[in-house]
């Protein structure tokens, strides 16, 4: 599916936050927004998602979703956001009660478990998990709805480095043929997930520049893509450095964009 | 340069139960009580021996008056208590939920919420009468605003993320309240129910003791007029069993509920 957002423009309490800034995402492109701190990218995130109301602009959702797609467009959450009184299979299958059959949301939650392996952790409770595997349940959940698109908002953040790295591909194969929408403020981590990066100016965030990433998805992890993705990275990084000293001396304007 | 060993500076200040030493300590409180009771240190007629106490207690179990006043007071609590805690769950979701709701409520019931319930009671009296309806509409004020408060405050306390979790799977509001906020109210809605317990029985005594001929608080008042300390404290004992058979339920509910915290 693709996404058009046209003129796409949000303010808290009359304060600008971003935009306006048109952008377009191809079916099955992935695209990673990055921008300094307090740039608007969760905003932006929200806004695409429906969670937040845009002050101006519009965003159209265009194309047919893949078969047996239960909800266009899913989210991944920084947090996790699971239930903690529900179990594992029980968090997957929510957005599938009330939609499907018993017989048909058992099976659907099984294969989300398969693929994300978590078959056995099911009756477990979120509590009891690591953060990579609460993550891992996010998106279990996120992909039982069969998305068209799929916005993540800085799915790895709250993850330690190690964990980090072993999930990144992981999320990459399990997405593999969705239109991704990822926000986050590692360099590394957009060049290696994203077809394009978006750069987002300092508040109220705009597109800077739109990066390329020339490099086949099977190649980024081979040594000699090491070393044009560094390039990337501090091509992105001189592009950000003002902007991100300039953030981090400012005073927070909206804490959680989706609060 | 000397080297000496660096001192432990950490430890304490994190209590811990040690077991059996509760219940040693209330047993040696009773044994000391027994004590100076028997070696004639107070009248019995002011302060009777604990084993005076159980005594009166077997004698008022055996011949029944002890489940008729239980019967009567018990009847009062779970009445007035569901009835306040129902309506202050409704009232506490609303609160936490709906803009509206919070705008009239939350003022209304933080001035309501400090106002002593019994003293409302001699106006309750005059609009329902000596009767029932007075002391179960008591209990039921006094607990329907620790228990608003509590629920509303339990929904606030509910991270914003799982809410737009739900609406980003398009839930419906009704599915949301259910599956998101009603579960994840319940710590609020349980701490408003132990608070709300003990303040329902307290004012179910007090209750009792204003109108009534049954009851705990009736039988400790009759008991004050008549002298009898022996059956005044068994009366007392009684509300202490009370108020601990309803704590251990609230805790057990809580182990079954909020397993998962």
Redesign the interface.
Known sequence: MRLRIEALAHAYDGLAALGPLDLVVEPGERLAVIGPSGCGKSTLL?LV???LRPSRGRVLLEGEPPPGSL?P???V?Q?F?L????TVEANVA??L??RLGAAERRERVRAALARTRLSDFARA?P?QLSGGMRQRVGIA?ALV?EPGVLLLDEPLSALDAQTRELLLDEVLTLTRGATLVWVTHHLEEAVRVADRVVLLSARPGRIRTILPVPIPEAERGRPAALAELARLRLELWELLREDAQRAETALVVSG?A?? | MRSREIPFRGGGFAPERIPRVGALAFLLLLAAWEGVCRAGLVSLFTLPAPSRVLLTLLEMATSGELFFHLRASLGRLVLGWSLGALSGVAAGLAIGVSSLARSIGLPLVSALFPVPKIALLPLLILWLGIGEASKVATIALGTFFPIAIATASGVDQIPKSLVRMAQSFDLAPRAILAKVILPGALPGVLAGCRISSSIALVLLTAAEMIGAEHGIGALVLQAGHLMRSDRLLAGVVLLSVLGLAIGATIGALERRLLAWR
């Not at chain 1, 239930?83 to 529900?86: C, E, I, Q, T």
């Open positions: 929200g998602g429906g969670l909800v467009v899913a989210y959450f947090d956001a239930l903690p009184w529900r929510l957005p009660e009330d409770h509590r959940r709805v959680d989706l609060a």
